[in-house]
């Protein structure tokens, strides 16, 4: 997981060594560029992940550490987790990574209920015995109630973020600008994640052309992946809407590209109607992008009080409304909330400061000094 990859170093300076357990097999080609040190416990097979023997294999080698976090649930290597610490004095701690959404049992009630039926077997009792159930977000922590009755677990919000961005901002966005230059000049608002339903890309795209008519100079840059074939009828309904030639589809971006998106973006956009953490969201602030997002954001309570952003209900009139704000601001009051975005990833989506709170954390709860 990517952000273990981030938070290890920051953990290493407070005196905390990480090493990850994977179900991956030994030898697996990713861990030669991995920065950590890999305890294969693989292969598995099956969605689930199961394979006899792994909480054996992990009751082996846990007795060298202090402490265990989990990352997800819903497969086996929570009960795994769990039954190789029966008996044994080490805590485990676990990040639900928005799993626990209640969005999920209302869009698809029939794998809902399947999960009913696995619930108090195995996840149930993997959170109730836990030593805590991190959340992301304070509103992670209350949606998280609501998936199922049966639920006893101790929360704490311990938060999430990313690195900042690497240094070289001009040289970024000269990059992004080099490879789309008719994006030079133009007002431009970024969406920046993967093309989904779930992602609200349709309202995005339905808000902007109610809006765009007010500046020529707008300009929309849609960067993600198309991973259900959604695309082809996104830019269908922006032709209909008369925008199609004011909307930039580069696909999924990285490195300086990314970067430079953000660095020549003045609005980050993300109408999600379901979103943990949004690791796209703390990237924009890190650059001091503000951003227009949907209440479901899980981060949107803190972009809101924070004055980083414009929070919006996750429907059309919604968006469009934010985008109405946005464009009457002045732009001394944009200039002022891009402040408070960068602001606020300093405060609290550093990855430096994730990782000072999660020792703290884990302090507190029994995890012993960090050494």
Not at 49 to 77: C, F, M, P, T
Not at 104 to 121: A, C, E
Not at 139 to 168: C, D, I, K, N
Not at 310 to 316: R, Y
């Amino acid at each position: 997981m990517e952000v273990v990859r981030q938070i290890s170093p920051e953990l290493q300076a407070l005196g905390v060594e990480t090493d990850v357990a994977c179900l991956d097999a030994p030898g697996s080609a990713w861990f030669d560029s991995y920065p950590l040190k890999v305890v294969p416990l693989g292969p598995v097979s099956g969605k689930f992940g199961y394979r006899r023997g792994v909480s054996k294999e992990l009751r082996r080698v846990i007795g060298n550490y202090d402490a265990v976090v989990v990352h997800g649930i819903w497969q086996y290597h929570g009960l795994a987790v769990w039954r190789a610490l029966r008996g044994l004095d080490i805590p485990y701690y676990v990040y639900p990574h928005g799993m626990l959404d209640p969005w999920f049992k209302r869009t698809y009630p029939l794998k809902h209920l399947k999960k009913w039926i696995y619930w108090p077997w195995v996840d149930f009792r993997v959170l109730r015995d836990a030593r805590a159930v991190l959340f992301t977000a304070e509103r992670e922590r209350v949606l998280a109630r609501e998936s199922f009755w049966l639920y006893q677990v101790r929360e704490v919000v311990a938060g999430l973020g990313t690195s900042p961005p690497p240094e070289g901002a001009e040289e970024q966005r000269r990059a992004f600008l080099g490879r789309w230059p008719e994006l030079a000049g133009k007002r431009l608002w970024l969406y920046l994640s993967r093309i989904h339903p779930k992602k609200g890309t349709d309202l995005l795209i339905e808000a902007f052309a109610a809006v765009a008519g007010e500046d020529p100079q707008l300009e929309l840059v849609i960067a993600g992946p198309d991973q259900v074939g959604w695309q082809g009828e996104l830019e269908q309904r922006a032709k209909a809407l008369g925008i199609s030639e004011r909307i930039h589809w580069t696909g999924m971006v990285s490195g300086d590209l990314k970067w430079g998106a953000f660095r020549s973006a003045e609005l980050f956009c993300l109408p999600s109607h379901q979103e943990n953490f949004g690791i796209a969201v703390a990237e924009a602030l890190a650059c001091g992008v503000p951003v227009a997002i949907g209440e479901p954001v899980n981060i949107a309570t803190e972009v809101e009080e924070a004055g980083a952003g414009l929070v919006h209900a996750d429907t059309l009139a919604g968006t469009t409304a934010a985008y109405r704000r946005w464009l009457a601001l002045g732009a001394e009051e944009r200039r002022a909330m891009g402040t408070a975005a960068a602001g606020l990833f300093a405060e609290k989506f550093h990855i430096r400061a994730v990782a000072k709170r999660q020792v703290e954390i884990l302090t507190e709860l029994g995890f012993g000094k960090p050494c």
